[in-house]
């Protein structure tokens, strides 16, 4: 089955410095590609997905891009502030199956 | 407009004894999915229901676990007998009939076995 690996596991910035989060998957029939945010005590919430027909995607300070051939996939926020801190799981699913297969996670630590 | 709702937000049960989880899907949604996570952990996704119907139960463990989403009313993780390693949060989302892009998790609840 399908197998979300997620790097780093932790990440800690100063606030206004960029963070990326990296991603890779096995399956190469995935074809959906979404990333939650997970505070301390909530339910996961879609921040931004991307699917395998686009190379990338940008809302205000976070964009996500996809490697199709070396299937990979990563978070990019810029500009990160104290409110951005959580822990950001990635997750993939292929066409025909609506589970979603997530990693591991990362907590994103902001610095003030 | 409510979100997907899910509750008790935190259940204590005794070894041997029976956790029902309860969950109320968005307006509008008809698809109903079910994730445990452990503590540090991500989400391993165990069932995949619409009304009436489990559709995709592959992550559901073969014993103890079942789950139903009946024509009125939420939809229901029962976990029968319950171990201490059933010890986690478990988390409801919903999506709607045109398709599974914008899940929407409810806020989760947090089984604990004593």
């Known amino acids: 089955g399908e197998n979300v690996e997620q790097h780093p596991s932790t990440l800690s910035v100063q606030e206004g410095d960029s963070a990326v989060i990296k991603c890779t998957y096995s399956?190469?029939?995935?074809?959906?590609f979404p990333w939650y945010k997970q505070e301390l005590g909530k339910g996961p919430q879609l921040i931004i997905d991307i699917r395998s027909n686009v190379g990338e995607k940008k809302d205000q300070r976070i964009a996500v891009t996809l490697n199709k051939t070396a299937k990979h996939f990563s978070l990019h926020i810029t500009e990160t502030q104290p409110e951005d801190s959580a822990v950001y799981f990635c997750?993939?699913?292929?066409?025909?199956?609506?589970?979603?297969?997530f990693g591991s996670g990362t907590r994103l630590q902001v610095q003030p | 407009n409510a979100g997907v709702m899910q509750n008790p937000r935190h259940l204590v049960r005794r070894r041997g004894q029976e956790a029902r989880l309860r969950c109320s899907p968005m307006k509008g949604h008809s698809h109903v999915y079910w994730y445990r996570q452990l503590p540090e952990e991500g989400l391993k996704f165990m069932v995949y229901l619409q009304k009436e119907n489990i559709i995709d139960e592959s992550g559901m463990p073969k014993e103890r676990f079942s789950a139903e989403f009946p024509k009125e009313g939420p939809s229901i993780l029962r976990i029968q007998q319950v171990v201490r390693g059933d010890s986690a949060a478990y988390f409801c989302a919903s999506s709607p009939p045109s398709g599974h892009y914008g899940y929407t998790f409810g806020s989760g609840t947090r089984l604990t076995v004593v």
């Open positions: 399956d190469s029939a995935s074809n959906y």
């Open positions: 997750a993939a699913s292929k066409a025909g199956r609506r589970a979603l297969t």
